[in-house]
């Protein structure tokens, strides 16, 4: 009875099918399983043998140092260098950057996987933290603000010619990097759009190829429908403290010596791969991983910028100082306090005419539409049933990137970036030849 | 984050964490002034009556973010470079042998401390584990009993006193050992004892007890125990990752006791 459920399931996983027609071609057949939107984002790839298979490459780490003027608070003592993830060539070639998601670090699980992917087919390769990333507000976030597009824009920038000048120091290595091309998922991929707008008036780079992978339309739409997210938890937002205990349990039980410890999504997404919770958890899960996401960001902001959210402004802190109260406020607020209590007044304060909807208008692909439309080199890879956009958002896409821009039909947020054809896809896109 | 600490250092750690931390580190939230109220306090937002999502017991707080950064900085600045210098020295496969002969020694502490716990099936399963490993195995270089589909479980005294009915006591950082608690600390006193009392055995001869070899048992099986974790200090770059670590390494404990 039991392995007749179970197949029925399966079966019923592989040939489920969009229910949405469209006017743009979407891409199917298409053998990602996955039908549901919030388990692919969970679960990922599930078969071993329908995740790309990439030859496994030794990634090595550099720092740079900080980018910012301000002297880096003692309690960030750790935070002082900018750490970015490589991977040369032997020869002469093209060099990528890969920019990570909300939260995420150089060495983000998909960033190795992007990585991996773009070394295969020649490129040299180097992981970035997301300007939302703890580390990088702290050494490199110019206003310690993070989410403003053009401003996170500039200081990855920054970033970036740092990475170049480093690696090409040596005299015998200045000839090693032929162009640039640039990728980056999720927030990255947002990133990824307006670093490429900034290169077109500047040049440093001339980017030859950018690949969006599954961005936000509008990040303040994005970020609260993950905020909204927490509130499916079953028993409703006030029993968020015992489900997360329940998460924090399954991952202690699923940790490994030989795992790393990662604060953003992979934490949990990790350990409920194999055995992701029912349908009533699945987006109380993905809303509780992005929570702690906003609360590191959150809390780095507030302590650099003594702004007062959660922290006290005249707060002395320092290495003994326990930081827990503070934690179990900002895990509880979540990106849209941030956007309305602290982000928009720090804005505000040194523009101000400037209102809520402006700013936030501001941070979407909208604003920079006719950019995109004309840049023929950046392409967009995304899927129809992404849990962070909002219905009907997903058409923007082919209407502005037309036949740059290619529409998975399921896969939810990032949950087929490693499946074969994706990869393969992705690939194609940066060699301009069929893999 | 777990090294073999010798019973010395124990014992020393022991009486210093408790002197510290009675005296110790204040944790409590200075200000140039009054304190200036933030937007956001736990009296706005959390609820009475709802359960805070940490509660792991931890009154030596300040002293144990002092040890958490120290052993950061003993990580990055020794124990790391020596965990490269150890990978370059030795190839993969004689890293594995070195680590299968210390699992079997890890797997006579089980055996004892199953023993202590009343669990005699699993007991069983150790003790073939440890002979197949002896005999097959090459005298515990090759891990043969894992490749018998030989459960391989991991006990301590710890959990021995956690199964007879011992609270944690305090969350404690031990100096390079990482997280730990009272009650776990006091465990590693009993199985140090038993792990070195084996050694000593393997390694005298009619000469005695050799402080030189004892010396490069230890070098390698703390270089083997860094090499098997792949955590690295400060690497999710979180203010709360000392929060983090507790809440993982805390609720881990008490997985494994239930176990």
């Known amino acids: ?435 | 984050m777990n090294y073999p600490v010798r019973l010395k250092n124990i014992a020393l750690l022991c009486s210093l964490v408790l002197c510290l931390g009675l005296t110790g580190c204040s944790t409590k939230l200075k200000t140039d002034g009054p304190v200036e109220e933030p937007l956001f306090t736990p009296e706005r937002i959390i609820d009475p009556g709802v359960t805070p999502l940490s509660d792991v017991n931890d009154p030596w707080e300040g002293l144990n973010r002092r040890i958490y950064n120290f052993n950061a900085r003993a990580d990055r600045w020794v124990l790391l470079p020596a965990v490269r210098g150890y990978r370059f020295i030795f190839p993969s496969f004689a890293r594995t042998g070195i680590r299968n002969v210390f699992n079997t020694f890890r797997d006579v502490v089980t055996f004892a401390n199953q023993l202590l716990q009343f669990k005699p099936k699993q007991a069983g399963h150790t003790t073939v584990r440890v002979a197949a490993n002896l005999t097959f195995g090459l005298l515990g270089t090759i891990d043969a009993a894992t490749a018998m589909k030989l459960p391989q479980y991991q006990e301590d005294f710890g959990q021995t006193l956690g199964r007879w009915g011992v609270g944690t006591g305090p969350y404690v950082v031990l100096p390079l050992y990482g997280p730990s608690n009272l009650r776990d600390t006091v465990g590693l006193i009993p199985d140090t004892l038993l792990q070195n009392y084996l050694w000593d055995q393997l390694l005298s001869d009619d000469d005695g007890y050799s402080a030189e070899r004892n010396a490069v048992r230890v070098t390698l099986q703390t270089l083997d125990a860094r090499d098997r974790v792949a955590f690295q200090y400060h690497s999710t770059t979180s203010p709360f990752e000392y929060e983090l670590v507790r809440l993982l390494a805390a609720t881990k404990r008490q997985l494994d006791v239930e176990k």
């Not at chain 1, 109380?284 to 902001?301: K, V, Y």
């Not at chain 1, 958002?393 to 037309?402: L, S």
């Open chain 1, 1 to 435: 009875m039991h392995r007749l459920l179970i197949s029925g399931v399966v079966a019923w996983l592989f040939f489920a099918l969009p229910a949405a027609a469209s006017d743009y071609p979407i891409v199917d057949p298409y053998g990602y399983p996955v039908a549901d939107p919030f388990a692919a984002t969970v679960v990922g790839v599930p078969v071993k043998q329908l995740r790309a298979d990439l030859p496994p490459v030794k990634f090595r780490t550099r720092y740079l140092p900080k980018t910012v003027e301000r002297e880096i608070p003692d309690v960030l003592w750790y935070n002082r260098r900018i750490p970015y993830l490589y991977a040369m060539q032997r020869k002469p070639a093209p060099l990528a950057f890969v920019i990570a998601g909300t939260g995420a670090g150089h060495n983000s699980t998909n960033n190795q996987l992007l990585m991996r992917a773009l070394h295969a087919v020649g490129y040299h390769v180097v992981g970035l933290a997301s300007p939302s990333q703890a580390g990088f507000i702290t050494a490199a976030g110019s206003t310690g603000v993070p989410g403003n597009l053009p401003i996170d824009a500039e200081d990855l920038y920054k970033v970036m010619q740092g990475v170049r000048d480093d690696l090409t120091r040596r005299k015998r290595d200045r000839d090693l990097i032929t162009g640039y091309g640039l990728t980056g998922y999720s927030l990255g991929a947002m990133h990824s759009a307006y670093v490429a707008k900034l290169d077109q008036e500047r040049g440093d780079f001339n980017f030859s190829k950018v690949m969006l992978i599954n961005p936000p339309l509008s990040l303040y739409s994005s970020v609260s429908r993950l905020d909204r997210m927490i509130e499916s938890v079953p028993g409703g937002i006030d029993n968020f403290p015992a489900f997360f205990q329940s998460l924090v349990a399954q991952v202690s039980a699923a940790y490994q010596e030989s795992d790393t410890v990662a604060f953003d999504e992979t934490l949990f997404f990790k350990a409920f791969a194999e055995n992701p919770p029912g349908p009533d958890r699945l987006a109380g899960l993905i809303g509780a991983a992005f929570r702690i996401s906003a609360s590191n960001l959150i809390a780095t902001s507030d302590i650099i910028t003594r702004f007062g959210f959660a922290i006290p402004a005249n707060a002395q802190l320092n290495r003994s100082t326990s930081l827990t109260a503070f934690s179990q406020i900002t895990v509880r607020t979540g990106f849209t306090d941030y956007y309305h209590e602290m982000y928009f007044p720090f804005y505000q304060r040194q523009e101000p005419s400037l209102t809520r909807e402006e700013l936030a208008e501001r941070q979407t692909l909208i604003a920079i539409q006719g950019f995109l439309r004309s840049a023929d080199y950046i392409g967009v890879h995304h899927n129809q049933d992404d849990v962070i956009l909002a219905p009907g958002e997903i058409e923007f896409f082919p209407e502005v990137f037309g036949e740059r821009a290619k529409i998975y039909p399921r896969g939810g947020h990032l949950g087929n970036i490693s499946y074969i054809e994706n990869i393969r896809d992705f690939q194609t896109f940066f060699t301009g030849v069929a893999q």
